[in-house]
Nanobody, 124 residues
Framework: QVRLLESGGGLVQAGGSLRLSCVAS????????MGWYRQAPGKERELVAV?????????YAHSVKGRFTISFTDNAKNTVDLQMNSLQFEDTGVYYC????????????????WGQGTQVTVSS
């Protein structure tokens, strides 16, 4: 069973910083990619940033470019952090970690997993 455990949310004043972390645990072969999404009150869930285990360019939401940075923080690429700087009121929402995972080395199917979400509140 694969689980995604998020941490690092909280309350911060506008202009401040927070760092979110997500670790994938359980029985699986490898991570294909991990990412962060967010959902503001009354809005749909949106992509914040995604990072591939194989490298390459990183897509960021336009609203967070230059302020947020996503990165793997372990050699196994099972843990992803989202460094959020210059936070704005509009960044408030529940942030969800997502992972696409290969469960075994002989299965090419990617399985999608979501964390429970962590609340980020930016006060203006």
């Amino acid at each position: 069973q694969v689980r995604l455990l998020e941490s690092g949310g909280g309350l911060v004043q506008a202009g401040g910083s927070l760092r979110l972390s997500c670790v994938a645990s359980g029985s699986f072969f490898s991570v294909n990619r991990m990412g962060w999404y967010r959902q503001a009150p009354g809005k749909e869930r949106e992509l914040v940033a995604v990072i591939s285990a194989s490298g390459g360019s990183i897509p960021y939401a336009h609203s967070v470019k230059g302020r947020f940075t996503i990165s793997f923080t372990d050699n196994a690429k099972n843990t992803v952090d989202l460094q959020m700087n210059s936070l704005q009121f509009e960044d408030t929402g529940v942030y969800y970690c997502n992972a696409q995972i290969y469960l075994s080395d002989d299965d090419e199917v990617l399985y999608d997993y979501w964390g429970q979400g962590t609340q980020v509140t930016v006060s203006s």
